[in-house]
């Protein structure tokens, strides 16, 4: 069995709603966020994804370890530590943007929404 020789995948996600359009494959050209999954065996987001991410200056970038039912809850939190850590060194902004006009009321859910990203997933076929 050949393995998938990737070990990290960005992919656009299309959050804009489909408006009482009869197809929901309509095209678009808005894009209002950015799912970039890391696999856990990576370690590490790739040099390429890093260059990538840092590019795209006014998409939310949301985080996700891809197959996250694989690692512990102590090696997925260690994970996410990583993630967080090699992003901030890179000083790539992830959703939600910190902004200076937001009151304390909406501040804490943004901390609480950084506390948890990136977002762990498990997917099956």
Request: charged share 25%; proline share 6%.
């Amino acid at each position: 069995m050949a393995a998938r020789n990737r070990s990290s995948s960005t992919s656009i996600v299309n959050t804009r709603p489909n408006f009482g359009r009869s197809s929901p494959r309509c095209v678009t050209s808005t894009f209002k966020s950015l799912a970039y999954i890391v696999a856990f065996i990576s370690f590490h987001p790739l040099a390429i994804d890093l260059m990538v991410v840092k590019e795209i200056k006014c998409l939310n970038i949301v985080p996700a370890i891809a197959q996250s039912d694989r690692l512990t809850l102590e090696e997925c939190e260690a994970f996410k530590v990583r993630i967080r850590d090699e992003l901030s060194y890179h000083s790539i902004r992830l959703y939600p943007f910190d902004n200076e006009d937001q009151d304390t009321e909406e501040l804490r859910p943004n901390e609480a929404i950084r506390n948890i990203i990136p977002l762990a997933v498990v997917g099956s076929e």
